[in-house]
């Protein structure tokens, strides 16, 4: 059995998941052990020929799990999950690759970290620039804060989200709240002690979710930068979803699971109170000076 299945989602992604995969079997640890990793993926009813390509060029290094439509990211990861088998699984966006010790750093960080249910890796952009890959979960006033300009305020930006994580270098190994799924590495018995993604999130916010289910049930989500990727960022998105109202519902659904009607209710209000707050300076300022021009 392998110590690692590595799961690749793919919706029409022929043109770009070498990138991924190559960058799989390319690892070291994969070249000196080809057992030490099981790839999968998993094909969102794809019509581009994604399916034949992949075929063509990997033969049965890669196992194919053919979803028949395009079901999204979380039930698309279920069905992979379902027929892999190894004691973790690694998610990899079809447009991230990884680098060289990838897989056997996040590995042995997991075997050396027992309660570790959830582990990601440092993300660079392809500029070399690092990619902030890691999260706080929300609190009401992180969520206000960081749904308006006032988070960026001075006096208010310790109180938004992410505000601990601001300074954070990303050079150090972390225990935080959440990582994002780009290239993120699951234990599996924490997946089947607290079940699947929760496959209503279509796209965005199921890592976000299955990361608060994790810590609730007792396991850490930690950053580990010794395990490195490259992530182009959007994927298969990019052109085909209105990616801004995708993450809107998928946050509003988080919401509204994990804190309830009340909680989401009244940030709506809160947020609808902030612009009529922002329409009263408006039309005051225009009152005023049309005011001080008629005394001229």
Not at 174 to 191: C, E, F, H, K, W
Not at 257 to 285: I, N
């Amino acid at each position: 059995m392998s110590r690692v299945d590595v799961i690749v989602v793919c919706w029409n992604d022929r043109d770009k998941i070498t990138t991924a995969l190559d960058s799989v079997f390319a690892l070291g640890e994969v070249r000196a052990d080809p057992g030490f990793v099981q790839v999968i993926v998993s094909d969102n009813g794809s019509s581009d020929g994604s399916r034949e390509f992949i075929r063509a060029r990997y033969g049965e290094r890669v196992e194919i799990v053919e979803n028949g439509a395009n079901l999204g990211f979380a039930a698309a990861c279920n069905r992979a999950f379902a027929v892999s088998s190894s004691e973790y699984v690694f998610l990899l966006n079809p447009d991230a690759e990884l680098k060289d010790g990838a897989l056997a750093e996040i590995v042995a960080f997991l075997d050396a970290h027992p309660r570790a249910g959830i582990a990601g890796s440092r993300i660079y952009n392809y500029d070399g620039t690092i990619q902030q890959s890691v999260g706080e979960f929300d609190t009401w006033v992180g969520a206000f804060l960081r749904s308006s300009a006032w988070g960026e305020w001075l006096p208010f930006r310790r109180f938004a989200n992410g505000a601990s994580l601001r300074d954070f270098a990303y050079d150090q190994p972390r225990r935080v709240d959440l990582a994002i799924g780009a290239a993120l590495a699951i234990r599996r018995d924490m997946l089947e002690a607290i079940g699947p993604f929760d496959e209503r999130f279509f796209l965005y916010h199921e890592e976000v979710d299955f990361a608060k289910r994790a810590a609730q049930a007792g396991w850490e989500t930690w950053f580990v930068p010794a395990s490195e990727a490259v992530h182009e960022g959007m994927g298969s998105a990019r052109g085909h979803y209105n990616v801004e109202k995708r993450k809107q519902n998928s946050r509003r659904k988080y919401w509204l699971k994990h804190h309830g009607r009340g909680w989401y209710y009244s940030l709506v209000v809160a947020l609808v109170a902030r612009y009529v707050a922002y329409a009263g300076v408006l039309a005051a300022t225009v009152l005023v000076a049309r005011r001080l021009r008629g005394r001229r």
